[in-house]
């Protein structure tokens, strides 16, 4: 079915964005998205996505870095084997999350992981 829902009975219209650098520790096996679920938290909100569902898409502009992305009606991630990370999500119902407190964001692929806390001004964006 192709358009949008605007009725109230859908999650509301919710977004977030978050861009971070990746770094791996010394003990990490390497990161492999396409071979290990990957599960993204933000606050209340976390979701796993299964290994397999990550498409290469293309080599980074004649560079040897990679480029690792998934799409689906919620979430658009986009990972670059040199760390580069972006989240964006869309039409989530975050209501649990209270953008007074800090929020906590992580990224987990297969058993490397990385988070972060973050606090929110008052017009939802991410102070330092």
């Excluded at 964005?17 to 096996?29: G, P, Q, R, T, Y």
């Excluded at 929020?103 to 992981?113: K, L, S, T, W, Y």
């Amino acid at each position: 079915m192709k358009g949008r829902h605007k009725s109230k009975k859908h999650a509301p219209e919710d977004k977030f964005s978050v861009e971070a650098k990746f770094v791996l520790n010394e003990s990490s096996d390497g990161i492999d998205v396409l071979n290990e679920d990957v599960e993204v938290t933000f606050g209340a909100f976390s979701v796993t996505i299964p290994a397999g569902s990550f498409k290469q898409a293309g080599n980074g502009k004649g560079k040897k870095v990679k480029k690792f992305t998934f799409r689906d009606k919620t979430l658009k991630i986009e990972f670059e084997t040199k760390g580069r990370l972006k989240i964006d999500g869309k039409k989530l119902n975050l209501s649990a999350i209270d953008p007074k407190a800090p929020i906590e964001v992580g990224f987990r692929v297969g058993n490397d992981a990385g988070s972060a806390t973050i606090i929110l001004d008052k017009k939802g964006k991410f102070k330092r």
